[in-house]
């Protein structure tokens, strides 16, 4: 049993506090790799909750592996998001308090997988070009990105 529904199983749909970790994947073009998501049709950023055991690092490189065939290496980090604002209750009625932890990485190996059960598409898109349908939840992260605004961002 993985450990959020292990969670579940004890606290029902109440609201926990989760970590989230994910990355800005740039290949040497400076483009931004981003994930078409499966459960909304949307492009984000390829990241997830963070398992026991795990640190941060690890959940982005496991996430981001999953979901695009991508291995990243070094890691920087991008920025923080926490608070009320990221609440959020899934379809199922699950409650949730996120933790986002960021990262950007500008090396990494293997070969990008077009789509898999989490992904409908996995494409590098021109920060100039990103597409209009972002997931809503990732836009301000993006936004930061793409920003003048001093890193790591704490917010």
């Known amino acids: 049993m993985d450990y959020i529904n292990y969670l579940r199983a004890m606290v029902g749909q109440e609201k926990v506090i989760m970590v989230v970790a994910g990355a800005f994947v740039l290949?040497?073009?400076?483009?931004?790799?981003?994930?078409r998501r499966t459960d909304n049709g949307h492009w984000g950023l390829p990241g997830g909750f963070m398992d026991l055991g795990e640190s941060v690092q690890d959940t982005a490189r496991r996430e981001v592996l999953e979901e695009t065939g991508i291995k990243l290496e070094e890691l920087e980090l991008f920025g923080i998001y926490s608070g009320p604002m990221y609440d959020k209750t899934f379809a199922n009625g699950?409650?949730?308090s996120m933790v986002q932890i960021l990262f950007t990485c500008n090396q990494f190996k293997g070969e990008l997988v077009e789509h898999n059960l989490e992904s409908l598409e996995n494409k590098f898109f021109s920060l100039n070009e990103l597409p209009e349908n972002l997931f809503n939840e990732h836009r301000i992260?993006?936004?930061?990105?793409?920003?003048?605004?001093?890193?790591?961002i704490i917010s």
């Open 94 to 96: 699950d409650q949730v």
């Open 27 to 35: 290949n040497k073009e400076s483009q931004l790799l981003l994930q």
């Open 141 to 152: 992260f993006i936004e930061d990105f793409l920003s003048k605004k001093t890193k790591p």
